[in-house]
């Protein structure tokens, strides 16, 4: 087997870090010296108040809500398409411009939108973000059996790393340890991008270079970097 699954997996990581629309931060975590401890003795001595008195704490005052936009009604507009549109409610539009029947709309009337859209997104989480990063619970994973179980292509496939032949369940595991991520989802992009994980065989193009161009596979080019990641098929 050539060089081709260490690969698959650092550029399958940087599709993750690279599809973005704005810059990535790098935040780099440093451990500082404690200061001298300073003498009890040069500190100040709270000043007790006098019986009866109170202390006022003030609190930072509240940042003010955005400013409101308004809409003009055009033609064909209804109470429920300008909602819709702008995300938000019909009860929402109907209280905050004194509207008494949503059906009194006219052409060129203006609507005031509420400054922030009040409809939450969904509470479903497709990938909770402690399944993203190596966490305490990712050890319990058996990438070794969970490989072997599949008895697919991934189970056969071997890589050479610093001359010495590694099986998948290695490298998956060496990659994990050392980048910090979750195995199981190394394994989901080997599957999403290569088909690894459900095929049986792979034809030898795909051997050499997973992540070429398939059905369903467009590359996006973001901040100077070649990511991969599945959409609808470009020419």
């Not at 690279?18 to 629309?21: E, F, K, S």
């Not at 929402?92 to 008494?100: F, G, Q, V």
């Not at 980048?179 to 979750?182: A, C, G, N």
């Given at each position: 087997m050539r060089k081709t699954l260490l690969a698959l997996l650092l550029l399958a990581l940087a599709a993750v870090a690279?599809?973005?629309?704005t810059p990535g931060v790098i935040v780099i975590t440093a451990t500082f010296l404690p200061e001298e401890a300073t003498s009890i003795g040069s500190l100040p001595l709270a000043t007790a108040l006098p019986a009866g008195q109170s202390t006022q704490i003030s609190f930072p005052t509240a940042l003010p809500q955005g400013q409101p936009t308004f809409y003009v009604v055009q033609p064909g507009d209804t109470l429920t398409i300008i909602a819709e549109e702008n995300g938000t409610t019909i009860e929402?539009?109907?209280?905050?411009?004194?509207?008494?029947n949503p059906d009194?709309?006219?052409v060129g009337?203006?609507?005031?939108?509420?400054?922030?859209?009040?409809?939450?997104?969904?509470?479903?989480?497709?990938?909770?973000?402690?399944?993203?990063v190596r966490a305490p619970g990712s050890s319990e994973f058996d990438v070794q059996a969970f490989v072997q179980a599949q008895n697919r292509f991934i189970s056969r496939a071997t890589d050479e790393v610093n001359n010495e032949v590694l099986t998948a369940a290695q490298i998956i595991n060496r990659v994990a340890l050392e980048?910090?991520?979750?195995p199981r989802l190394l394994l989901a992009l080997i599957e999403y991008l290569g088909g690894w994980v459900s095929r049986e065989t792979v034809a030898e193009s795909e051997e050499d270079n997973p992540l070429a161009p398939q059905p369903m596979l467009t590359v996006f080019r973001a901040k100077g970097c070649t990511c991969s990641s599945r959409g609808p098929q470009t020419t």
């Open positions: 690279c599809v973005r629309d929402t539009l109907l209280e905050i411009n004194d509207i008494a009194t709309l006219f009337q203006t609507i005031e939108l509420p400054s922030t859209p009040l409809v939450d997104g969904p509470d479903y989480v497709m990938l909770p973000d402690s399944k993203m980048y910090s991520v979750d």
